[in-house]
């Protein structure tokens, strides 16, 4: 019996495969689960199609046009630049269809796997067209998020896109039990047509020295340090301004051997980091961009993993690598969380969007010395319930029973 096959479509052109941030985490530790469920898998993604990357290589005619840009940015009001960025996306949206659908049409799939995009309907008339069943992953807020993030020139318009095609699509993938009920009732769909794919992690079997980590610690001033650590993308809605806030007011009560390492950067970290400077917090450290391959060793000189905040829908795959790496995570109070992990056996709660709860939690967890053991809890379930093999299992079922 041959192996079914899907198209793992990724519109947004901001996204690549071999992406470092959790998005492109997300998109391989899916993959392999498929294909360690023998799915075969053709990946098309955005930034890989467009060949868009962060790296700009600067010329004169780049430096030009960005001069051009920045004075059109001046004259042309706000929501007019956001109408017409968002009317961009529809644009390179049947661009990417355009591109895609030979390829498509030659692998001749079962099925189309899409990760939702902003204003993305290109799913939706690929399966119309070549008549195969298309199942869209969503979180339900991602209209909310980029607004925060970006800004939007309507997200009531761009939720409105989202909730057509998620009725059009023949199945819908939700990313736990709480967001299944949220998708169904923001966007009316039907409990049944949901299905829930929840996070999973790879199985981490590399080795640290301790003379790698030895080292990092010396490099940061850590020694003899409690070491909070948070490794992703630096964004608005995964709230590292919390930290800072925390940090100051640790630094405040004059506790003096608990350190905030922030490792990965952005605009926003930036910004952060100027803050941080400008109120003289020596117990925050921003390690700026890393290597991926060096992640490892920044996670064997954390004492514990902290999520300052994420979406209301999905916790974020990073508390899932923490517990691969023996931590314990420090998560908000969110509902989303209660799923996964259970207070002071696999993780701690703190009080959502309260720096001074998250303070006073990291003393009293250092002062009882319990999260050695909570981590080790957690650690074991991480590795035995959340690999991405058995994240897929609902839609593996699905895809087998696809016909064309």
Known sequence: MKNKKIVFLVPDAGIFYEQSAGA?????????????????VLPIIGGDIFGIRSEVIVSATVVQESTMRKFIKKIVPDKLKLFYR???????DYKFENKIIKQIKQYDPD?????????????????????????????GCMPEIISMDFGLFSVRLANLVEKYKLKKAN???????????????????????????????SVNNSLVSEIEADSLKQKYDLLNKKVVGFVGAISKYHGVDLLIECASFLHNKNITDIVIVIVGWSKEAEELNLKAQKLNLPNVVFTGRVDKKLIPVYYKIFDVGVIPNSEPTIYPVKVLEYGAYGL???????????????????????????PHSLADLLVSTF???????IAKNWEQKVLSDCTWKSSVKELVTVVNNTKK
Not at 86 to 92: A, G, K, N, W
Not at 113 to 130: D, F, N, V, W
Not at 180 to 200: C, E, H, R, S
Not at 367 to 373: C, F, I, L, Q, V
Request: overall charge positive.
């Open 86 to 92: 968002d009317l961009r996306r529809v644009y390179l």
């Open 328 to 354: 314990c995570p420090i998560v908000p109070d969110y509902v989303v969380f209660n799923e996964i992990i259970t207070d002071k056996v696999h993780g701690l709660y703190f009080q959502k969007n309260d």
């Open 171 to 201: 199945y819908v993938s939700a990313y736990n039990q709480f967001s299944k009920q949220f998708l169904a009732k923001k966007f009316d769909l039907p409990v049944d047509k949901i299905i829930v794919k929840p996070l999973g992690i």
């Open 367 to 373: 002062e009882t010395a319990t999260y050695n053991a």
């Open 24 to 40: 492109g985490t997300h998109i391989r530790g899916t993959v392999s689960g498929f294909r360690s469920n023998h799915i075969d």
């Open 111 to 139: 099925a189309i796997y899409e990760r939702s995009a902003l204003y993305s309907t290109c799913g939706i008339r690929l399966s119309k067209k070549l008549n195969i069943p298309l199942i869209i992953e969503s979180d």
